[in-house]
């Protein structure tokens, strides 16, 4: 039968069906992260102007493969580039070495030559299928460049629902019940942290914006942009420190799905702001937040170390290595960027 490549028909239901298959036949019973929901597949793409941008392999009218490529601003070494995040690449369990992976790579390569973009971001597990693209693309001639290296750090809420939710093995529930890693202070606090409203946006974004005199490779907001991801129904939460009218912290997460044997709600860190406050303040908002996403019914948190902000408040808040990492890799079309070995980002995980 015939494939064609081309932008994303909408047909969500099929393809958070066959993404969730795809993974189980690769990962087993392992935490599937299901960023395919209509509700964060709505969070992500709902504002994307260019949907060109999404693109799906098909074969006939039955959808084969899928990926998408978000466009960035990012500042780098005192300029502005335009840039692109590709995530949620998938490929049906049946299509698999059949090409669509290296279809899609190319009808990407022709949107980043159409839009004159400078580079593409993206995350890869180690050993993931798409791991396997990003070889033969980079043995292809393309400029593929790795930024960093990207650990990741994690927090329990309730660990009586994550060791039922992923079957945890007996020594791992046995050593996180005897440090207690989900244990939270609920008393009340004093402290002015409030639930982010629409009126404080400029305040979050000149705090964000000031990354980019900060850190190495950083994120660029457009207003409404940045709106969209400090608030958004059922997805994204964001709670501020307020003193005396003005806005000197932030931390901003999303709610996202994990399948394992059963559906859970896991707080996933996205931006953080804590410079303006003393040490003691930065854990009361991180406590604070963690009492909001077990309100929520996340069972557990995780962040990745991207090391654009300082990370002592997390660590007395009881968050802990976690056995994962992922490589941040860039495709650069911009003969005059090197991107390799970057210390910091700031940047979301997708």
């Known amino acids: 039968m015939t494939m064609s490549f081309e932008p994303f028909r909408g047909d969500l239901e099929e393809l958070e069906r066959m993404a969730l298959v795809s993974y189980r036949d690769e990962y087993g019973l392992v935490s599937y992260i299901n960023n395919y929901s209509s509700r964060y597949f709505d969070y992500l793409f709902g504002g994307l102007e260019q949907r060109d941008h999404l693109l799906a392999a098909y074969e006939e009218d039955k959808i084969m493969a899928f990926t998408a490529l978000i466009p960035r601003r990012y500042h780098f070494r005192g300029e502005i580039y335009r840039g692109l995040l590709g995530c949620l690449m998938v490929t049906r369990k049946e299509a698999f070495r059949r090409g669509l992976?290296?279809?899609l790579g190319a009808k990407a390569l022709e949107l980043f030559h159409k839009y004159n973009y400078d580079f593409a971001l993206a995350f890869l597990d180690s050993g993931h299928r798409t791991s396997q693209m990003i070889k033969k693309l980079k043995v292809a001639g393309n400029r593929i460049q790795e930024i960093k290296r990207m650990a990741v750090?994690?927090?329990?809420?309730?660990l009586g629902q994550l060791f039922a939710f992923d079957g945890t093995r007996w020594y791992q529930r046995a050593g996180m019940n005897f440090l207690n890693l989900d244990k939270l202070d609920a008393q009340s606090?004093?402290?002015?942290?409030?639930?982010?409203?629409?009126?404080?946006?400029?305040a979050c974004h000149e705090l964000l914006d000031s990354y980019r005199q900060k850190v190495t490779?950083?994120?660029?907001?457009?207003?409404?942009?940045?709106?969209?991801?400090?608030?958004?129904?059922?997805?994204?939460?964001?709670?501020v420190w307020e003193e005396a009218g003005k806005i000197r912290g932030l931390i901003n997460w999303v709610l996202v799905e994990h399948i394992a044997r059963f559906t859970q709600p896991w707080a996933w860190l996205n931006h953080i702001y804590?410079?303006?406050?003393?040490?003691?303040?930065?854990?009361?908002?991180?406590?604070?937040?963690?009492?909001?996403?077990?309100?929520?019914?996340?069972?557990?948190?995780?962040?990745?170390?991207?090391?654009?902000?300082p990370r002592q408040a997390l660590w007395k808040n009881r968050f802990v290595p976690y056995p994962r990492s992922m490589h941040v890799i860039a495709g650069v079309f911009n003969p005059n960027l090197d991107l390799t070995d970057i210390p910091d980002m700031f940047e979301v995980m997708l």
């Open 101 to 103: 992976a290296m279809g």
């Open 153 to 158: 750090i994690f927090r329990a809420l309730d």
């Open 189 to 202: 606090s004093p402290a002015p942290i409030r639930l982010y409203q629409p009126r404080d946006l400029s």
């Open 217 to 239: 490779l950083a994120r660029v907001f457009e207003p409404e942009e940045l709106a969209r991801e400090l608030s958004y129904p059922e997805v994204a939460h964001t709670l």
């Open 274 to 309: 804590l410079e303006g406050l003393e040490e003691k303040d930065q854990c009361e908002l991180v406590r604070s937040f963690l009492l909001h996403a077990r309100a929520q019914k996340a069972v557990a948190v995780l962040e990745w170390f991207k090391n654009y902000y």
